[in-house]
Every structure is written in C-alpha cells, then in structure tokens.
C-alpha cells in the first residue's frame, strides 16, 4: 500500500515486533522486524517497519524486543466469582458446590456483580485476555463492565429448571437485548446450565429457541467422569447422548469441560449439525483431583475445535489463560504418553485459532491478518526467563507469563499499555468489594441455589 497525501492518519501503527501470524495451512508464522498497521479498529495490514515510515497515525507503538499475538480468549469462566476466590479450597465437587459456592450465591446482588466482574475484566486485560465466554446470573450488569471497559465478550444469562419457565425466558431475553452491543464486542448466547441441573424438556425448548433466534448455546456437559457415569446409571445415556437426543448438538453449541466425553461420545459430536467446540481449563481439574482431562487430540480428530478457558477463579484461582495454555500442552503429553501431543505450536493454534472458532468469531478474531478486528497484545521477551530464543513458540507456550504481556488492544483500543490499565479503576473496585464481602460470603441463612447431584 502506498500512502498519498489525502489518507487519513492510521488509527494505531505498532512497529518493530515479530508478529504471530498464519499461514493458508493455519501454520504458525513469525515475522520478524514487522509492523501493525490499525485503522477503524480492522488490521488493515501487516507489513515490515520501512514500509510505515513517514505514515501519519493517531497512535504508535514502538514494540521492539516484544511479539505481537492475538488476544487470548477465556473460552468459558464466571468473571464475577472472583469475588469467591479461595472460599471454597480442597474440597470435592460436590462439596464445593453445596456447602460454599451455591449458598453463597444465593446473597449475589447486581453491584457484586459488577464489581466482580471489573475486578476479573482487569485481570484478564492485565493478562493478555481480549475476549471471553461467560455464563453467570445478573448478566446485564457484566454486559455493562465489557461495554465500558472496552473487551470482547460471549455473554449468557445461566439458568436452572428449578427456576420454571421464566429461567430460559430470561436467558433468551437477555441475549436478544444485548446481541451485537458495545458496538459489536458483545455476542450472546442461551445459557442451560448443565443436564444434570436443566431437564430434557427444557433443553429441547432450548435449542428450538437457539434456532428460532440464531443464537448459539453455552452449557456445562460431561464436566468429569462422575457425571457420565451418574447419567448412565440413571438415564442410560451420557451427558452427551441428552444434548444429541435433545437436539442441542444440532445447535452452535459450546460444552465447557467435557472431561466425561467417552468414547461412544465422538460419533455424535462428530455428526452434530450444528458448530460444536470444547472450552478446556485443566487447572481446575487437577485442583478438584478429577481422574481425566479433555479429551484435546481426540476432539481435534473428528474436526471438533478445542479452545482455552479457565472456568471461574472459585474453582480455577485465576484468569490466566497464559497458564492454561502451558496446561494444556502438558497435561495433552502426559494423557497421550507421548511428548509430540501437544506441541508448542499446536498449543498456540488451540489459544488463536480454535479457541476463535470455539467461541463463534472465527474470521473476526484469532489472527492477526488484514480484515481482521484488531484484538492483539504485545509480549516482552527480553526477560531473563524467555532467553535465548531458539524456538519461539516454545517460548511464548513454556517461558513467558501472564506478566510479560505488556500491551492489549481491542478493536484497535489501547486498553493496557505497558502494564498500565486505562479503563478500570482496581484500588476502586477492591475497596468496594471488600466492603460487601462480608454480606457476601455469609452462609448463615441455610439457603442455596440449586442441589448439587449429578
């Protein structure tokens, strides 16, 4: 491109990284000595730095000694229960469900909410997060949070039978009045919260919703073992077997977890009509001590994407999708018995790529490439710790942290710039919160949301 004298200045140039980009196979492809070119928050082009000199723009970035990635996106978490980080700590699932997490639900207001999910919105900023998948109650105040603080978001409104009709009511109308909000940053989904907590009937009312209305579904399904054998025990059917016969597989359908995927499991997920994908946060699975983990190459093989998550810091105790990158990769090498599964570079395709198409925005986000919206982030790798460099890949995957993201931009926004966050106040928001946590986290009453038995 050849800028004339009448161009408007560029929106934001970044110059002087290497650059994370794809090549037609998907392979990863690292450009040294390369330049960002930002305009109307769309990647207009990437270039090498001569070809940006003397070019006008609102902003620049001079990023040398950094890698410009796609923004990482948490492909399904709770941002607000970070407001329940560390209550609940080595305990069993059921446990952790119905004598702290649920009953401490149950005294949620809007405002811890909010300021949950500011709290989490930040962290994920400050960790190179530019989009994430969530399912929570009292969705409307953290459609507002991603609004003001300029992220991407997957939002759904989650709900129980136990809450009768007015539960998917709700969930429906929630994503129809915030689909396409924030300009554009927010997409919306219908939010079940699992076969175990949602019935037959109400998931099959679910997906003739989603389809009446074009929207996708997040759920939890086959989260460990114990639920699919709990299901097989009772019903005859694996969690799986329920959203086939349900016809939530014939939906955009994204399944948290999925530990409990068995191998009868493949040809319906294989077969589904729908967009199916997998959202996998091995943190939490080894904190709850659950015996298997997404099944990643097998899901891969029948042409299912895999992206990353992190599940809500109660469980989890953080938002890093950096760790659960690393994770992935290590607990793949373990479960396969083999260290070529998975390999740096294909872990970096499930954190871009996958993890794009898992959350419905393929094409939109995950490269960094012309036409695409400008969600990237910019790594230091001058520490002592990413150094030398002989394999780039396996230093971004194994060597760099959360930390070493010094830069985060979403449709073309500066929302963190060297490690100073631009749109939320974090002094503000933790003296608020612990003020209420006391409300908070009081179990006093007896009550609880739901019954955790799978």
Not at 132 to 160: K, N, Q, S
Not at 233 to 250: C, K, Q, S
Not at 277 to 287: C, D, E, H, M
Not at 382 to 396: C, F, I, M, R, S
């Amino acid at each position: 491109m050849t800028p004339s004298a009448v161009e408007s200045p560029a929106g934001l140039i970044i110059t002087g990284c290497t650059v994370l980009t794809h090549d037609d196979q998907e392979e990863a492809v690292f450009l040294e000595d390369a330049a960002v070119v930002v305009r109307d928050g769309v990647i207009e082009e990437v270039t090498d730095d001569e070809a940006v000199a003397g070019r006008a723009a609102d902003e620049w970035i001079d990023a040398r000694g950094q890698v410009a990635m796609p923004g990482l996106i948490n492909c399904h978490t709770h941002a607000p229960m970070v407001a329940l980080r560390g209550l609940a700590e080595d305990l069993p699932t059921e446990a952790w469900f119905n004598d702290v997490v649920w009953p401490v639900e149950s005294n949620l207001t809007e405002r811890d909410v909010t300021l949950g999910a500011l709290l989490a919105c930040a962290e994920m900023i400050r960790a190179g997060v530019t989009c994430f998948a969530d399912h929570y109650f009292a969705m409307d105040a953290v459609a507002e949070v991603v609004a003001a603080c300029g992220m991407r978001a997957l939002l759904g409104e989650a709900y129980f039978s136990s809450q009768g009709p007015q539960g998917r009511e709700k969930s429906l109308e929630f994503a129809l009045r915030h689909r396409g909000t924030a300009g554009g940053r927010i997409t919306t989904a219908l939010a079940p919260h699992a076969p175990y907590t949602v019935n037959d009937a109400d998931l099959a009312a679910t997906a003739e919703l989603a389809h009446a209305h074009g929207l996708p579904v997040h759920l939890h399904a086959a989260e460990n073992r114990d639920q699919t054998e709990a299901s097989l025990a009772r019903h005859g059917v694996t969690p799986v077997e329920v959203l086939h016969r349900t016809g939530v597989l014939d939906t955009d359908v994204l399944i948290a977890h999925g530990t409990g995927i068995v191998e009868s499991d493949l040809p319906l997920l294989a077969q589904a009509r729908g967009r199916t994908a997998v959202a996998t946060a091995p943190r939490g699975y080894l904190k709850f001590a659950w015996p298997t983990t997404t099944p990643v190459r097998a899901l891969r093989d029948i042409g299912v994407p895999v992206g990353l998550a992190t599940d809500g810091a109660a469980s989890n105790n953080s938002l890093d999708v950096w760790e659960s990158m690393a994770l992935t990769s290590l607990i793949q090498k373990s479960t396969e018995g083999d260290p070529r599964r998975l390999t740096s570079r294909q872990a970096l395709h499930h954190a871009t790529l996958q993890s794009a198409r898992a959350v419905g925005l393929e094409g939109g986000v995950g490269r960094i490439a012309p036409g695409h919206r400008a969600d990237l982030v910019l790594v230091d790798l001058t520490g002592p710790h990413t150094q030398p460099v002989h394999d780039l890949a396996a230093n971004l995957v194994h060597s760099a942290r959360a930390a070493d993201v010094r830069t985060t931009v979403v449709d073309g926004r500066v929302l963190m710039r060297d490690r100073r966050l631009l749109t939320i106040d974090v002094p503000e928001v933790v003296r608020e919160l612990d003020e209420r946590l006391p409300a908070l986290v009081d179990r006093g009453h007896g009550r609880r949301i739901q019954e955790y038995d799978t």
